[in-house]
């Protein structure tokens, strides 16, 4: 049996985070591509919409 040299490669953290090469995720690939095509429309620094699970949320009864 003859032994490869990826048989004895460690792949971890260290390895993948010291890349000389780095490719975006997919998401950011996909979002690119969307952007391209159509610029995203302007989103305000804070909404005027309630924070989730406010309006159902139980109120503090005294």
């Not at 000389?20 to 952007?35: D, G, I, K, Y």
């Amino acid at each position: 049996m003859q032994e490869d040299d990826w048989d004895a490669a460690v792949l971890d953290e260290a390895f993948v985070r010291g890349a000389q090469e780095r490719e975006p995720s997919a998401r950011a690939r996909m979002l690119a591509a969307r952007w391209r095509r159509e610029a995203p429309a302007p989103q305000p620094w804070r909404s005027d919409k309630p924070p989730t699970g406010w309006f159902f949320s139980r109120r503090k009864r005294r």
